[in-house]
């Protein structure tokens, strides 16, 4: 057998691919180290894309809507387009920043005046709990009695004291060395931050010309089938992303207008906070409101138990309309999904990323449902005729037979 050009080239491929698996099954544990250090290393710029992803559907949206105007002269309009970017891109931050404002502004008060109530009302709840055992221990001598008949082992005070000087006194380094590593968390964090935030505002100062490279090196180091199927993927995903996310701040303001509407007219404690508390925690699918809920059972337990019964069974209710008719026409329609899958999604997502990966894996999945719909879709259409059941339904049309 003779090795052409093309048979050598293969095995060289084959050998070459076969040292690499090896590579990495003896490696694997500090391929694993690199990977997270690099990741480590690029995550301002990872989380500044994500930034700008979202930055970006504010912006647009003001782009589109205020800044509409058209110059027949060309140097006019390219001065306009230049004047519009800075204007809508400080519009969009300025949303988000009013946006969580309100929120903190709402729910961080209220939360900081329920805890001063329960310092309060917690030392009258005991010296109650104390009161009532002591009524109970007297009303009922006998079991009293058995009480006092056990035999309780005498306690070393002087061992246990002991004890807790060695763990205060090891404890004191550790907690310096705490403290010193969540300080250096923290300025590590901020500084990341910032580097993100300044990525971020590049990325939409420049987001054409940005895009431009990128499609140009695509098509130069690429064939013309993978450019163009790398640039379908990329198209559906933003387009995917953008609805999703859209959607799903549609979805949570409806749902806390519900929330602070239903409460107002039921008298509810807190409905104005319980609903921005909603919507605000409406934004991770599926369980976000259930947090909100808890949160808010909560604030209202301390003011009147009775009524945070209620505002749970309340809650339960609104709960089954959104999520039958609100969320899967607002979220599923939005990212061409179905309902199933979004739950699948969420459940994976969770469980690998947590609240990222619940944010994540519902348009990742609508974009692999769609491609995956378009090209069942097109071996359908070309699956040869005489095979399967589309044959006897066609004989029986010929043959005048019922179908």
């Given at each position: 057998?003779?090795?052409?050009?093309?048979?050598?080239?293969?095995?060289?491929?084959?050998?070459?691919?076969?040292?690499?698996?090896?590579?990495?099954?003896?490696?694997?544990?500090?391929?694993?180290?690199?990977?997270?250090?690099?990741?480590?290393?690029?995550?301002?710029?990872?989380?500044?894309?994500?930034?700008?992803?979202?930055?970006?559907?504010?912006?647009?949206?003001?782009?589109?809507?205020?800044?509409?105007?058209?110059?027949?002269?060309?140097?006019?309009?390219?001065?306009?387009?230049?004047?519009?970017?800075?204007?809508?891109?400080?519009?969009?931050?300025?949303?988000?920043?009013?946006?969580?404002?309100?929120?903190?502004?709402?729910?961080?008060?209220?939360?900081?005046?329920?805890?001063?109530?329960?310092?309060?009302?917690?030392?009258?709840?005991?010296?109650?709990?104390?009161?009532?055992?002591?009524?109970?221990?007297?009303?009922?001598?006998?079991?009293?009695?058995?009480?006092?008949?056990?035999?309780?082992?005498?306690?070393?005070?002087?061992?246990?004291?002991?004890?807790?000087?060695?763990f205060l006194k090891n404890g004191m380094g550790s907690l310096a060395s705490t403290t010193f590593s969540v300080a250096g968390s923290i300025v590590s964090g901020a500084v990341n931050f910032f580097i993100a935030l300044i990525f971020s505002l590049y990325i939409l100062g420049q987001k054409e010309k940005l895009g431009d490279q990128a499609e140009r090196i695509l098509r130069a180091y690429t064939k013309p089938k993978v450019y163009r199927s790398?640039?379908?993927?990329?198209?559906?995903?933003?387009?995917?992303?953008?609805?999703?996310?859209?959607?799903?701040?549609?979805?949570?303001?409806?749902?806390?207008?519900?929330?602070?509407?239903?409460?107002?007219?039921?008298?509810?404690?807190?409905?104005?906070?319980?609903?921005?508390?909603?919507?605000?925690?409406?934004?991770?699918?599926?369980?976000?409101?259930?947090?909100?809920?808890?949160?808010?059972?909560?604030?209202?337990?301390?003011?009147?138990?009775?009524?945070?019964?209620?505002?749970?069974?309340?809650?339960?209710?609104?709960?089954?309309?959104?999520?039958?008719?609100?969320?899967?026409?607002?979220?599923?329609?939005?990212?061409?999904?179905?309902?199933?899958?979004?739950?699948?999604?969420?459940?994976?997502?969770?469980?690998?990323?947590?609240?990222?990966?619940?944010?994540?894996?519902?348009?990742?999945?609508?974009?692999?449902?769609?491609?995956?719909?378009?090209?069942?879709?097109?071996?359908?259409?070309?699956?040869?005729?005489?095979?399967?059941?589309?044959?006897?339904?066609?004989?029986?049309?010929?043959?005048?037979?019922?179908?």
């Amino acid at each position: 057998m003779e090795l052409g050009k093309g048979n050598m080239k293969r095995i060289k491929g084959l050998i070459l691919f076969a040292g690499i698996v090896v590579l990495v099954l003896l490696k694997f544990d500090m391929l694993v180290s690199a990977l997270k250090l690099f990741l480590q290393m690029l995550s301002p710029f990872i989380v500044g894309g994500a930034m700008a992803f979202i930055l970006n559907l504010p912006m647009r949206f003001y782009e589109k809507k205020l800044f509409r105007k058209q110059y027949a002269d060309q140097r006019k309009q390219e001065k306009y387009e230049k004047r519009k970017r800075p204007i809508c891109l400080t519009l969009a931050l300025l949303s988000v920043i009013l946006v969580i404002a309100v929120v903190t502004g709402t729910v961080i008060p209220q939360l900081i005046s329920t805890g001063k109530v329960l310092a309060q009302e917690i030392p009258v709840f005991w010296d109650n709990l104390m009161t009532s055992a002591e009524r109970f221990f007297t009303d009922n001598a006998e079991l009293e009695k058995q009480l006092k008949s056990l035999e309780i082992p005498d306690i070393n005070w002087d061992s246990m004291l002991q004890a807790t000087g060695n763990f205060l006194k090891n404890g004191m380094g550790s907690l310096a060395s705490t403290t010193f590593s969540v300080a250096g968390s923290i300025v590590s964090g901020a500084v990341n931050f910032f580097i993100a935030l300044i990525f971020s505002l590049y990325i939409l100062g420049q987001k054409e010309k940005l895009g431009d490279q990128a499609e140009r090196i695509l098509r130069a180091y690429t064939k013309p089938k993978v450019y163009r199927s790398v640039r379908k993927i990329a198209v559906l995903l933003n387009q995917n992303f953008s609805n999703f996310i859209t959607g799903q701040c549609l979805e949570a303001v409806i749902l806390g207008t519900m929330f602070a509407v239903t409460m107002t007219v039921f008298r509810f404690p807190f409905a104005l906070m319980i609903g921005v508390l909603i919507a605000f925690t409406a934004l991770i699918p599926i369980v976000g409101a259930f947090l909100g809920c808890a949160v808010g059972a909560f604030l209202i337990l301390v003011d009147n138990p009775m009524k945070a019964v209620a505002f749970v069974v309340l809650f339960l209710i609104l709960q089954q309309i959104e999520g039958n008719l609100i969320y899967p026409h607002v979220v599923g329609n939005s990212v061409g999904l179905p309902s199933i899958w979004v739950l699948v999604a969420v459940t994976i997502g969770g469980s690998l990323m947590g609240i990222v990966g619940m944010l994540i894996f519902i348009p990742l999945l609508s974009t692999g449902y769609a491609l995956l719909r378009e090209d069942v879709n097109k071996r359908n259409q070309m699956e040869p005729e005489g095979t399967g059941e589309g044959v006897k339904i066609k004989e029986g049309k010929k043959k005048g037979l019922p179908h």
